[in-house]
Structures are given as structure tokens and as C-alpha cells.
């Protein structure tokens, strides 16, 4: 799950609550652990730790510290009674999201832009062959025109109006 989610063992904490303002660190995997050293909550996630300690899951804004840009967020941890005794928080890196954004948006861009080139192909050989029939009968017309009356006039096997402006102009020529 940590791999999946790019989380490392320094993301994800568990508290312990010990008062309003503070928690205590419990289980860490970090590589140097402070298991049971107090962890005052800032002040601006004081109303997010309230709204986990009453059960909610929550998450922070976007924050910086001495260790760079995260968004954390927090799940209650119940015992077998319901009550809440503990918090789960994983920090997630800003940078790591602004990543994952940028590659999907690359792919879809780039998707996009697959999905244009195919349908102005498509829409080219679509002209193309509706064009082609009207080219041929204006050629015709021209060369009648110029009082070319020998012209093979084409006739078209379709069955729109193609065919039928081909048939009557046969039969003007």
C-alpha cells in the first residue's frame, strides 16, 4: 500500500491524544523514532484534530515546514467501544501530487491531441470521398461549357444525389 501511494516510512504517525493541544507520538516507522514524545498540534489544525477526535476523517490545506510542502490527512483510531483513542496521520508530499498531476495531464493532453489528429484524418478522407463525385460532374460541366459535348459523363452508382444530378446532366449533354 505504502509503495502504491508513494508513502514512506517518515508519512505516516499515530497519536495518542493528551490534552486540546497535545498528542503523543505512539507507533512510528521512522528510522529514528519518537515513540512517546509529545507533538504540540499547530494552531492551524487545531479544529481538524477536534473533528478526527470525534470521529471524522479529515485533512489539512496545503502547509509548509522545515521539511518542505504536504497535505496531511488524519483518521480516527477506535477501540472495540467506539471511542476514540488514537489519530492516523499520513503526510503526503505536494510535490508528489503536483507529479502525478502533471503525468496525467500529460496523457490526456497527449490522448487528446490522438483523438483531433485521428478525427481530421477521418474527416479528410471523408471530404475526399463526398468531393470526389462533384469534382468530377463540375469537370463535366466545364467541358460542356466549352462546348465539349463528346465528354463522357460518369455515372455514378450511388444512391443519392449524386446519381441523379449525374443522370440528369447526362442527359443534358
Excluded at 502525478?100 to 474527416?123: C, E, F, N, P
Excluded at 460532374?137 to 462546348?147: D, I, Y
Aim: glycine residues 8%; contains cysteine.
Amino acid at each position: 500500500v505504502m509503495l502504491g501511494n508513494d508513502l514512506t516510512h517518515e508519512t505516516i504517525y499515530t497519536f495518542r491524544p493528551l490534552s486540546e493541544e497535545k498528542r503523543k507520538f505512539c507507533v512510528m516507522l521512522h528510522e529514528e523514532p519518537f515513540i512517546g514524545d509529545v507533538y504540540r498540534v499547530p494552531e492551524r489544525n487545531h479544529e481538524i484534530v477536534d473533528r478526527v477526535l470525534y470521529g471524522e476523517v479529515a485533512s489539512t490545506g496545503i502547509y509548509g515546514d522545515a521539511h518542505g510542502r504536504w497535505i496531511s490527512g488524519m483518521a480516527p483510531i477506535a477501540n472495540s467501544a467506539g471511542e476514540v483513542t488514537g489519530i492516523l496521520e499520513v503526510d503526503y508530499p505536494i510535490d508528489t501530487v503536483l507529479a502525478q498531476m502533471h503525468y496525467k495531464l500529460r496523457w490526456l493532453l497527449g490522448l487528446d491531441g490522438g483523438m483531433i489528429a485521428l478525427g481530421l484524418v477521418g474527416s479528410w478522407f471523408l471530404a475526399r470521398t463526398i468531393s470526389r463525385p462533384i469534382k468530377r460532374l463540375q469537370s463535366v460541366a466545364l467541358q460542356v461549357r466549352e462546348g465539349d459535348y463528346n465528354v463522357n459523363m460518369p455515372a455514378f452508382r450511388t444512391s443519392d444525389e449524386i446519381r441523379e444530378h449525374s443522370a440528369a446532366n447526362r442527359e443534358m449533354v
